[in-house]
């Protein structure tokens, strides 16, 4: 972009900051980190609710700031939520609705998955972009897994650019960081023996903050934590092996979702350790950014992609929600989201407002004063007056858009959520789930024979939804030889 239009667009963004009268102590150009956790599922923290792990400082973020209770992301794999919280759209109108490649179709599928574009277009204006016109430098440390070569976050806006390429999980959780031809070579070649990605990537955090202290920044720290594979320090493994075989755990520890076994208790003493060290690392970059001398000019985002991953080869349990990773029950898509603006939010408050990641772009945008530009954050809306607790957003429904199959049990299906109620649609068997989540967020009582009228409505909602955003839907699989499993 030609330096004259980004600095015409940086002179209409700070006047845009003063008109929505920022709050004494609120700098107009405000530092944002978003940290982003891979399969990180709502009640995996203490703040949460988890009596397994060990999350001191992600509690302490939320006792400083918001915490949302009724989060969601936009999809319940990884891909298509990170497209939506660089875009401000819903996935099924970028067409990448499924993890970065996909699994393919199978000839015991009913249904013909559909065909995702496998990156996040070039020509979306991603939040780092839009930020970048608007002064700030951007960094991207972490995962990507939104396109291969000439996808890649440095082609999408990022300055600086550690560890972010096409896969979707690092070869190894310890250096020299590789399995087979897959490394990442830079932090190989800069680092030690017994050396750790996510304290790695923690301290590529730190440098980022300690070298862009003096400018406005934009820091996206998007670990591979707590993704598979599960591999920990071993002191941390041995404490939460201790603590493990201390429980006596109520009722049966699995329990089985559409016939794919789930796991029902937290216990795992690798994915606790992982746990946390993730959560050390948001102490440590909170400890650089007051060492610099700017926490009170620091927003601090915490969220994940995606529900845990509990069934098939669970790490997790997201009782008391349902079902994890994959599936488009509470547990696959409700995801801790806490926010911590300097000056702005009240301490330790909570939120029951119905939020999605795809919320984030209009969020940033309007906290740092940047224009939004063209149909970005269309999807979105911006949680501002949530934050200053003066108000909620104009919003009537939630809509989650999955026509995939998923090696965790799920099949190409859709969900809205409305008010207290949720639908579930399976579009091989064409059944669907009727839930009132104010009474049941379990989902366990299918109220949709009883509620036939307000069933059709959210069904025939969820139908135009779809023809709105020009989703794609999946259809016959003429190779079909067996049944898909189809609830």
Known sequence: ??????????????????????????????NVVLILIDDLGWADTGVYGSA????????????DGVRFTRAYAASPVCSPTRSSIMSGKHPARLNQTDWIPGAGDAPDHRLRTVRDTNRLPRSEVTIAEALGDNGYVTGHIGKWHLGA????????????????????????????????????????????????LTTRLGEEAVAFIEQHRAEPFFLHLAHYAVHTPL???????????????????EGPVMGEEHGHKWLRVQNNPVFAAMVETMDRTVGRVRAALRAAGIAEETIVIFTSDNGGLATARPSTSNLPLRAGKG?????????PFIVHWPGVTAPGRVSEVPVTSTDLYDT??????????GNQGIDGRSLVPVLRGQGTIDRERLYWHYPHYHGG????????????????????????????LSRDLREHSDLSGERPALTDSLRRALRSWRERVDAQM??????YDGPDGSP
């Open 364 to 373: 940033i945008a309007e906290m740092t004063g940047t224009p939004v530009p």
């Open 1 to 30: 972009m030609p330096r004259s239009i980004a600095l015409l667009l940086l002179l209409v963004a700070l006047a845009a900051g003063t008109a929505q009268g920022q709050p004494a102590g609120a700098p107009a150009r405000p």
């Open 474 to 479: 999946p259809t016959p699989n003429p190779n």
């Open 149 to 196: 070569e000439g996808h890649q976050p440095e082609d999408q806006g990022f300055d600086v650019n550690v560890a972010g390429n096409r896969h979707g999980s690092p070869p190894d959780y310890f250096w020299p960081y590789e399995r087979g031809d897959y490394q990442l070579e830079a932090l190989a070649a800069t680092g030690e023996e017994g050396e750790y």
């Open 327 to 335: 599936w488009l029950y509470e547990g696959g898509t409700r995801v």
């Open 231 to 249: 591999q920990a320090p071993d002191s941390l493994v041995r404490k939460y092996r201790a603590k493990a075989e201390a429980m006596d755990p």
């Open 409 to 436: 049990g799920n099949v190409p299906s859709g969900a809205l959520r409305s008010g207290p109620y949720k639908l579930v649609q399976y579009f091989g068997s064409g059944e669907v789930e009727l839930y009132d």
């Open 52 to 63: 397994f792990y060990e999350t001191p400082h992600v509690d302490r973020l939320a006792a």
